[in-house]
């Protein structure tokens, strides 16, 4: 039973109070969303699918992320080293008062240095370094002659101990081996100061006071370092600053996807409605074709944040584009109301293009539903941003204009409609019912040299444009501070702490064992801080054997080196009854550790009791990059997790199966429209988008293009889009009395406004909208060119 049967001015006026109504919602519900804490998820990171195998890597590499987000780093550069000291000082007092800040660190509080070797000290006979290790496991070690060195030379290292406690100084050279220090940062006058050539740079840090990803922090430490900024530039003129810190990259996405949302709303908006303006000659119809759109917009808005919670920017850069499909609805719509003139009848209307529209909508809704089943949270959201936004189009000009034009029109465009009558003639003579098949042949054979061609780039580092100018100031304050950018680094886990710390060692022997190119520069773990409790007891039965085996001689060695009896007396018992075993949690108390407490997981599965720990290298190149993951797999429980290289493989298996994805849909849309129109007619109507699917592969091919997996996905929408415009003039020929002007004109127009919506994207700074879009683009426009091959002929046939 239909809908719409000649509605009295009551179903009328209600049909329209259910729609301002669901609109009076849905804006209030994104109102009260965006008037709140920012739906807006700037994070790049949240874009990309979990990539790791192993959750535990998975869930390391988030917490490590999320260990940096809220950290800011600033560099102040000048020739002149007490200028930049001044600057730096300068620099932290205005971001302290700024607010902008929970804390800034430009002069460090005193740190009594001796409370690093306190907590080690209950354990020394546990501890040893590499080389003392090696010397008394060879037995190259002679007591008498460490003795000496070690009395003549007390302070070989910056963490001293006392001779009493560690006559020997392997505690002391344990602790000089710890990785406390991995820059090239020195303290003066309680400064982090670096000086590389003729320039003095110094270290101010600072921890943000809510997440980096939040609009409203973004904003205020902008504002803070912008005030900053001009004041420096009054006061050290010769002072250069240069920050590091995800709030920045984070505030910039955020500022270009909102320039870019602005633009190509406002040039579709525009272009559309000039567009409009000039096939229709009608405001009125202008007015409600957007009435519609926005319908669909603010639906899909309401319906994406209530789904997933917040709203990525690739999400809203998408949506600015999907006016241009929302609005085909009504122009096919706009068409049947124009074509026909005095006899109009707004239920007749809305009857004779709801196949059409109804087909058209179940294509679009089958190229984003691929997209929805993709584990990739932003394709996801796309998807669900779109399926709503049309659904709700769709229903709108269904709906919903038949009760805004209930008057036949006062003018038609008359010869408009003709010459685009003429065109489509011109072209089914020239490709007739055969010779369009030999043309589509013709067309697949001159593509296929291009398909040879093909090639493919999944780097995800070409799919994500960061800032260039925060590039270089991060690429400044790496060079000074001399440090990596920590996204490749190892996870070790095992059943208990125990475990993971043997594992640790036995992945940091592997990797200082590196030689030639392979090598790093240094490592961080758990493990370097802590030794596992093995090695802890394997070290004291070392000493044991080789030096407290024979305790009357180690005490006259002692005294012979000029060590008081009760000192000599005090170390030997002290040796001999001392078992304690140095933990993690001791470790992870001190104060001091604080720095490194990234480096341990903990329990990370308390189900299956699973501990884990990482191990951070530094200088990590392609040179190494195989000898790492190598000595990874050799160590049970360890992996190397490099979060660009694993998306950059996820990215390139999802491109591979969008191959059998769309082979799929595209068996799908034949069988729907060969429902619709039988064998014949839905093989001829989805001819022409499978065609323009393989002229655009053609085309990127011989252009030598890389394709990766957003052009492979767009695809997946020239399909359903694309599919549209053979659907809309066939039905157009299927209709009674059909002007077939007035519907390939409504054709070329929904062609020309989704082209304009989508080829804007084309222009996004984003290089995975612009892949998106240029895919589109070019996609569609061949669709359309070749949509009339779907038609029937006069005969009933197919051309």
């Known amino acids: 039973m239909e809908i719409l049967q000649r509605p009295s001015s009551r179903q009328i006026w209600t049909m329209r109070f259910a729609w301002l109504l669901f609109a009076l919602v849905a804006v209030s519900y994104c109102g009260w969303r965006f008037a709140g804490p920012s739906p807006l998820q700037t994070n790049l990171l949240a874009l990309l699918p979990a990539t790791e195998v192993d959750p535990v890597a998975e869930k390391a590499a988030d917490k490590m992320a999320a260990a940096l987000g809220d950290r800011t780093v600033f560099i102040v550069t000048s020739p002149d080293a007490e200028h930049a000291k001044a600057a730096a000082k300068q620099l932290g007092a205005t971001l302290r008062t700024s607010g902008a800040f929970r804390s800034v660190i430009a ?15 209950p354990y020394r006979f546990g501890l040893l370094a590499p080389a003392d290790r090696a010397a008394l496991q060879d037995g190259s070690f002679v007591a008498r002659e460490a003795l000496l060195q070690r009395l003549y030379n007390p302070l070989d290292s910056g963490l001293s101990t006392p001779l009493a406690d560690d006559p020997f100084g392997w505690l002391q050279r344990y602790l000089g081996g710890l990785p406390l220090a991995t820059s090239n940062l020195e303290l003066e006058d309680g400064l982090l100061v670096a000086h590389r050539g003729n320039t003095t740079s110094v270290l101010v840090t600072a921890t943000l006071n809510g997440s980096a990803y939040e609009s409203g922090v973004q904003r205020t430490v902008r504002d803070a370092l912008a ?15 240069d920050r590091l810190g995800a709030v920045f990259y984070a505030e910039a996405a955020r500022s270009a996807s909102e320039r870019e949302v602005h633009l190509i709303g406002l040039v579709s908006l525009c272009g559309i409605g000039l567009l409009m303006l000039w096939v229709f000659r009608s405001p009125r119809l202008i007015m409600l074709g957007f009435l519609s759109t926005a319908l669909g917009i603010v639906a899909a808005l309401a319906v994406t944040m209530l789904v997933f919670g917040q709203l990525h920017l690739l999400t809203l850069v998408f949506g600015a584009s999907l006016i241009g499909e929302a ?6 719509y706009f068409v049947v109301y124009l074509g026909a003139g005095r006899d109009w009848d707004a239920v007749q209307g809305a009857r004779k293009v709801r196949p059409a529209l109804a087909v058209a909508l179940a294509t679009s809704l089958l190229g984003y539903a691929v997209l929805a089943c993709v584990p990739f949270p932003a394709l996801e959201q796309i998807a669900c941003f779109a399926m709503a936004g049309i659904l709700t189009a769709f229903a709108s000009v269904v709906w919903l204009l038949p009760t805004m034009l209930p008057r036949p029109p006062k003018h038609r465009p008359r010869s408009l409609f003709d010459a685009a009558g003429k065109l489509l003639a011109i072209w089914r003579r020239a490709f007739g019912a055969r010779t369009g098949w030999i043309f589509a042949l013709l067309l697949a054979i001159v593509a296929v040299p291009g398909w040879l061609r093909l090639s493919s780039d999944d780097d995800i580092r070409l799919l994500i444009q960061r800032d260039p100018a925060l590039m270089a100031e991060e690429r400044a304050v790496r060079a000074a501070v001399g440090i990596d950018d920590g996204a490749q680094f190892f996870v070790v886990r095992g059943e208990t702490p125990e475990i993971v710390l043997q594992r640790a060692e036995a992945l940091g022997a592997r990797l200082d064992a590196l030689q030639g190119g392979e090598r790093l520069r240094g490592w961080q773990s758990p493990a370097s801080f802590v030794p596992s409790a093995r090695r802890q007891r394997e070290n004291r039965a070392l000493l044991a054997q080789r030096l407290f085996d024979d305790p009357a001689k180690l005490r006259a060695t002692l005294l012979e080196a000029g060590f008081r009896d009760n000192v ?16 993690v949690d001791a470790w992870l108390d001190a104060p001091w550790s604080r720095p490194f407490r990234h480096l341990w997981l903990g329990e990370v599965d308390a189900s299956a009791r699973t501990y884990a720990a990482v191990v951070m290298p530094q200088g990590v190149t392609p040179a190494n990059e195989a000898a790492l993951v190598k000595a990874a797999r050799a160590v049970p429980g360890a992996s190397f997790v490099d979060k660009a290289m694993s998306v950059s493989k996820l990215f390139g298996a999802y491109r591979i199966d969008s ?11 034949a069988a729907l429209l060969s429902w619709r129109y039988g064998l014949r007619g839905g093989i001829a109507t989805t001819l022409p988008v499978v065609l323009a699917i393989g002229v655009t592969l053609a085309v990127f091919g011989y252009l030598r293009v890389p394709f990766n997996l957003f052009n492979c996905l767009a695809l997946m929408l020239v399909l ?9 003039l066939r039905e157009g020929a299927l209709r009674a009395a059909g002007d077939l002007g007035a519907v390939w004109a409504g054709v070329l127009l929904s062609a020309a406004t989704t082209l304009l919506s989508f080829g804007m994207l084309a222009l996004s700074a984003m290089p995975a909208l612009q892949s998106f879009g240029a895919t589109l683009a070019l996609g569609i426009a061949v669709s359309v060119m070749l949509a009339p091959i779907g038609m029937p002929s006069k005969r009933g046939d197919l051309s």
């Open 568 to 583: 000599a007396d005090a170390w030997i018992a002290a040796a001999r009854s001392s078992d304690a075993i140095l933990t």
């Open 659 to 669: 191959g059998a994805w769309l082979a799929g849909a595209t068996l799908l849309v």
């Open 327 to 332: 609005v085909d609805y009504s122009i096919q």
């Open 720 to 728: 359903g889009v694309g599919a549209n415009y053979a659907v809309f």
């Open 107 to 121: 002069t460090l509080p005193p740190f009594d240095v001796s409370s690093i070797g306190a907590l080690y000290l």
């Open 227 to 241: 005030r900053a900024k001009a004041s420096l530039g009054e006061a050290h003129p010769d002072v250069t600053l």
